[in-house]
């Protein structure tokens, strides 16, 4: 059976049901979960965590053109295990790559799809290397990378050098998703510094940004009424950076990392960080919301975030909305969101 069909019989009924958005609420028995206090180990925990159920590297960059244009990026790489106790190379350990940009003109994004065994997609922790077919994310260690993926209207290589530290959400990693103790492992380099090539079809294009990445895996990171999330990656114009995310249920649950320039994070839980949608736009037959309020009290945040692009829908097989967005208002800046579970 093709690896894609396999993966959309398996994740489409969760989806439909209440079992948590992509069926990442459905229950993990027999598989791994996180725990507080977790010491982390590197660079092994940079490589793949086979006795979870689901994990990923999720890099987004806002860049720029020499004339000024702004364009969007993403690289991500899932790993999601059919059953507990499978070897990394086990062919029920499933590898799903997006790739997408976002330019002036258009929202592009592709898919691709690995069973485990194959070499065809894995994860080496040192020297670092994630791929699936030829598209890579590659480098002597975390801190320095090369980047590329192609599809058939775009294709780039970019190069990603850290300015900063690693940051570390919740409880030192711990992250908690829901009011029932769901959790995740989480934690991201947001002080990359990107550059390199973005090729079209009517040419290519010079880019340089900045870039985000995020490391994250668990075997139940929703609750079972959690149909979605609205997730933001936010630099701001001073060099802080703002992670906030709503987790939408039967109750909304919200967190946030508040990492300053230096890279040092101040935690806020559930209830601190709040976001208001202000204007929807139809999108792929969807209503989503494209401008958003977005506050955090105690940092003195509040600003209106609108997409860069409206358009930025994700067309694969669990679809979902993701793209740059600038800010203003108490402060400005660019970033990305990410929002799953429109219907």
Do not use: C
């Not at 992509?22 to 206090?37: M, N, R, V």
């Not at 793949?48 to 969007?72: F, K, M, V």
């Not at 990394?88 to 940009?101: P, Y």
């Not at 829901?178 to 010079?206: C, H, K, N, T, W």
């Amino acid at each position: 059976m093709n690896v894609r069909l396999l993966l959309f019989l398996i994740l489409w009924p969760f989806a439909a049901a209440a079992q948590g958005f992509g069926g990442l609420g459905t229950d993990a028995e027999g598989f791994s979960d996180p725990e507080p206090g977790r010491v982390f180990s590197f660079p092994a925990d940079h490589g793949a965590h086979p006795d979870y159920r689901i994990e990923w590297w999720y890099l987004t960059a806002n860049l720029d053109a020499p004339d000024g244009s702004q364009y969007g990026l993403q690289w991500t790489l899932f790993r999601f295990a059919l059953a507990p106790d499978l070897p990394l190379g086990d062919e029920r350990q499933i590898w799903m790559g997006h790739a997408a940009v976002t330019t002036p003109q258009a929202h592009l994004s592709t898919e691709r799809f690995a069973r485990g065994g194959t070499g065809q997609a894995g994860v080496q922790a040192a020297p670092f290397s994630a791929w699936i077919d030829d598209w890579e994310m590659t480098g002597p260690d975390f801190d320095r990378m090369r980047l590329r993926a192609s599809a058939p209207d775009f294709a780039y290589d970019m190069t990603l050098v850290a300015e900063g530290p690693l940051v570390f959400h919740g409880q030192d990693g711990y992250s908690v998703k829901s009011g029932d103790g769901q959790a995740s492992y989480y934690y991201s380099q947001p002080f990359f510094r990107i550059e390199g090539e973005l090729v079209l079809p009517d040419g290519e294009v010079a880019l340089e940004g900045h870039a985000w990445l995020d490391r994250e895996w668990s075997s139940q990171p929703l609750s079972d009424d959690q149909d979605g999330w609205d997730w933001f990656s936010l630099v701001f114009d001073d060099g802080a950076r703002l992670m906030g995310f709503r987790l939408r249920g039967e109750t909304d649950f919200t967190a946030a990392s508040w990492i300053a320039p230096d890279g040092s994070l101040t935690a806020y839980p559930d209830g601190a960080f709040a976001v208001e949608p202000l204007e929807e736009v139809r999108v792929a037959g969807r209503d989503v919301p494209v401008g958003w309020r977005v506050t955090l009290e105690d940092q003195g945040v509040d600003i209106r975030v609108d997409a860069v692009r409206q358009d930025a829908w994700m067309d694969v097989t669990v679809p979902y909305w993701e793209g740059p967005v600038s800010f203003e208002g108490s402060h400005s800046g660019r970033g990305y969101l990410e929002m799953t579970g429109y219907e």
